[in-house]
Every structure is written in C-alpha cells, then in structure tokens.
C-alpha cells in the first residue's frame, strides 16, 4: 500500500490499533478469552524472536493462529458484533498466496458473469454451515522444503473431519497455496484453472450478443435492450419500455447458452417490490433471443409476464412499422 505522506501513515497506524482494541474486546462465538495472539495480524510471528520460520513448530504456530481467526466474531466501527458469516476480513487475500489468491480471483470475476457460483462451501470452515463450536487443530505438519509444506488438519464442524492444506513459503512466511492438494495434480488449482478456461470461451460467445436488441412481435412490452462488453464480461447500458419506463440498473449473466438480464428493487423497510425486470432467453436458429420475461413497475399501465422475443438491431412498434434501430438514431 503506497502512502502520500507520514502524517496519513501515522493516521493509518492510529485506525489500525483502535480497530486491533475492538477485535479483541469483542471476543468469538465459542465465548472463550480471546488473547493477544487472537489478533487478525499474524503476519509478525517470528520476525523478532529469531525462529526459524521453517521448522515444524513455527508452521504449527502459523496456521493455527490463522484458523483462530475462523469462527471469531470481531466488531465493526459501531462497536456491535459481527458474526464470522457476515465478517468482513478478507481471509482469503491475508492468508492465500498470491498465485492461488490471483487464480482465485480470476476465477470468480468469470463465475459472475456466467451467473456460476464458484464454491457451493466454505472452505475455511470445512462446510456450508457453521457450528458454534467450531475449532481446528493441527495434527501434522510434513513436506516440509524451503518452499512448500504441508499440514494435516483435523476441523469441527458438526462433526469431526480431517483435511489437508499445501503451503507456500513468500513474502517472508507461510500461506495457503491450496484446500485440496492432490499429488495427480487434482487439486483446487486445477479446478480454478478449469473454471477460468471455461469462463473465457463463454466470454467469447457473449461477444455476439453485443448491440441493441429490440421488440418483435404481436403481443408484449415494446422493449429496447442495449449490451456492451466490458472487462468484467456484459454489461446492460439500456433497458427500457419505449416510451414508458425503463431499469438503469439491470445486470445481465451468460453461461454459453442462455442470458439472464435482471433488476430487482425491493424496499425492505415497507416490505414491498419497487419494481422488477427478468428476461432469459437464449438465441434460436435465426439469431433472434427468445424466451420468458417478467415485468412490474410502478408506472406501468400493466405488469406482464409471458414470452418474449428480441431481434439484433431492430425494432417494431406497436403501429405495425419495422423499422432499423439505425433510422431512429438521435
């Protein structure tokens, strides 16, 4: 982190200690006394006592000061308490290597355009819930190189489970280089670096979906759809009822096959639906997307919901006039 001055070092300095006082006064689900050792900031194990960061007890030290961390609950600025669930800390870029972080990452920027979910469970905590009395203890550390080791795991959740971790010594100290390691290579590294090349031909399928998109038909709402590719896959820059209303913040997925443009706004206070747009299709044999979509705004003279069709830069209003998008153009 690159800082412009002492002074606003200093100032980070001063958050950083007032946020450490909160963690820890705080305490973690299990109700057991949180210690100094309990800090989020584990990175300075060893540096001044002259361990050896490669022998088997530092390692033992390394991890299970991390997974202390799992399952605590901290504060935020409010003071209230924030279960391990809804915690904010990063787990993953604090204590991933930067190779598997990166992978990771890559990984799921290509998931939230295709609408995948990249893990189905935590991996941190060895499950999809999460017992109060969760813990994690060190049973073995082995393999150890001037580079990589490897830690043998055994984690409550619910039940009792054994696991095993990789490491890769950078930066100075230990982190977590997989959640799976294999030695035929079948590890979580492979997965991301299937899921990024997945990711990346549908990515060049959307490519086609790029332009405007308009109403054909005899029955339905007159919509106009416009889509862009960006660097974070396709983006919805207009979608709107032609004269009528329009969503300034529908989001659209692909996953090689059918698109999914949404927009919902719920207000929660009142317990009502503002307004909501859903549209998945797919392309047929002509290149027209075709499929369901499902409309309620507030100004609408009428909420629909039924089958829809969009043809590439076209337009047909309800006067009966087929007309080029390219002839409207303000």
């Given at each position: 982190m690159i ?26 689900k ?11 900031t ?14 088997e ?16 609950s ?13 915690n ?10 930067e ?7 890559e990984?799921?920027q290509l998931c ?10 935590d ?12 813990s994690?203890k ?7 190189t001037?580079?990589?080791?490897l ?7 619910f ?7 990789a ?5 100075n100290d ?7 390691p ?7 590294k492979k997965?991301?670096r ?10 060049e ?5 790029v332009?405007?998109w308009?109403w054909?038909?005899?029955?339905g709402?007159e ?9 974070k ?13 329009g ?5 659209a ?9 949404d ?5 929660e ?23 369901d ?6 100004i ?9 069709t ?16 390219s002839?409207?153009?303000e």
């Open positions: 800082y412009r001055s002492d002074a606003k070092k200093a100032k980070k300095l001063i958050l950083f200690i007032l946020a450490a006082a909160l963690m820890l006064n705080c305490g973690n299990t109700g057991k006394t949180v210690s100094n050792t309990d800090s989020l584990v990175d300075s194990i060893g540096a001044d006592t002259g361990m050896d960061k490669h022998s007890s530092y390692i033992r030290q390394r991890i299970d000061t991390i997974y202390k961390t799992v399952g605590k901290v504060c935020d600025s409010q003071g209230n308490e924030v279960s391990y669930m809804r904010p800390f990063n787990r993953d870029s604090a204590y991933c290597s190779r598997y972080y990166a992978l990771m990452q990984a799921l939230n355009e295709t609408g995948d979910i990249l893990y189905d469970y991996y941190w905590v060895c499950g999809q819930d999460f017992s109060d009395d969760w994690c060190v049973a073995k550390v082995y393999e150890i001037d580079s990589t080791a830690v043998d795991l055994m984690i409550h959740n039940s009792d489970t054994e696991t095993t971790i490491l890769r010594f950078e930066r230990w982190y977590i280089d997989d959640f799976s294999s030695k035929d290579g079948n590890d979580d997965y991301l299937e899921t990024i090349r997945q990711g990346l031909k549908i990515r399928k959307a490519k086609a979906l332009g405007y308009g054909v038909g005899d029955d709402p919509l106009l759809l416009r889509l862009e590719m960006n660097d896959g396709l983006e919805v820059t207009e979608c709107n009822v032609y004269r009528m209303y969503f300034d913040n529908a989001t997925s692909f996953n090689g096959t059918d698109l999914s443009v927009e919902l706004e719920y207000d206070e009142n317990e009502k639906l503002n307004h909501e747009f859903h549209f998945s299709a797919h392309l047929d044999k002509n290149g027209d997307l075709i499929g979509c499902r409309i309620r705004h507030p609408a003279s009428r909420n629909y919901e039924g089958p829809l969009l043809r590439k830069d076209y337009f047909k209003y309800r006067d009966g006039a087929k007309r080029n998008l002839d409207y153009a």
